[in-house]
């Protein structure tokens, strides 16, 4: 139990378009997902948390209109970097939990993560 | 900031023990301790998480000082596969009931043959 998935796993796209990334959770209900970034040889840095029905609350320090986040429902988050640049080139890195199903409450499961390059 | 400070690397045999500290002195009386592990290019991995008690899964063991202001992460067997970096990780909790986990550098752990 307690899956996660990411879509796509890695992606290229051109400097100046937009690219979404779809997280799911598979197997139970996500209240609550967040979404992390990480560059090469570094650590995970959070970007933002997301409640199933309300907006987004962003980590200081990152840019709310350039990097759009939908948690509709209680199984599909997705992550919109807009006008993407060579410097949003990154590992995006999603976590699902939640007080349902075969897991541990609270307990964030991690995707697989998706790899963004941004030529 | 991480809450927590851990080694940077440590080494292991294959079929031996693993110990991986954790330092957290700051903790707060209702911060739980996580572990995750990262292997390269993957999403990490949930291994195990305690309050006050120790516990123990079908991964590892953690045990958490009678103080809280460190704890230890044991694979009782380790193989090859269980080279990864390993996060030891406190949630911190915010008013309104809501948490975070705050990643630091991890242990980057080497199993050998």
């Known amino acids: 139990g307690a899956v996660v998935s990411q879509h796509p796993s890695r992606v290229i796209c051109k400097s100046g378009t937009s690219v979404k990334i779809e997280c799911r959770s598979l197997?139970?209900?996500?209240?609550?997902m967040f979404w992390y970034r990480q560059f090469p040889k570094q650590s995970l840095m959070l970007m933002a948390t997301?409640?199933?029905?309300?907006?987004?609350?962003?980590e200081q320090g990152v840019e709310k209109d350039k990097f759009l986040i939908n948690h509709a429902s209680l199984t599909l988050s997705t992550l919109t970097v807009t006008s993407a640049h060579p410097e949003d080139s990154s590992f995006y890195i999603c976590s699902a939990s939640g007080p349902s199903g075969g897991m541990i409450q609270e307990t964030q499961y991690f995707g697989p993560g998706t790899r963004l390059l941004v030529l | 900031d991480a809450k927590t400070t851990q080694p940077t690397s440590m080494d292991c045999a294959e079929g031996r023990a693993a110990n991986l500290p954790c330092n957290h002195s700051t903790i707060s009386g209702n911060e739980y301790v996580y572990w995750y592990r990262q292997i390269h290019s993957q999403g990490p991995q949930y291994i195990i998480h305690?309050?006050?008690n120790n516990e123990t899964n079908e991964m590892a063991s953690l045990i958490i000082t009678e103080d809280r202001k460190s704890s230890t992460l044991i694979l009782p067997h380790a193989t090859l596969r269980d080279t990864a970096v390993y996060y030891c990780?406190?949630?911190?909790?915010?008013?309104?009931?809501?948490?975070?986990?705050?990643f630091g550098a991890g242990t980057r752990l080497a199993v050998h043959p």
């Open positions: 990780i406190v949630r911190v909790l915010f008013s309104g009931g809501y948490n975070k986990l705050i």
């Open positions: 197997d139970f209900q996500a209240t609550t």
């Open positions: 305690g309050l006050k």
């Open positions: 997301s409640n199933e029905g309300s907006k987004a609350t962003y």
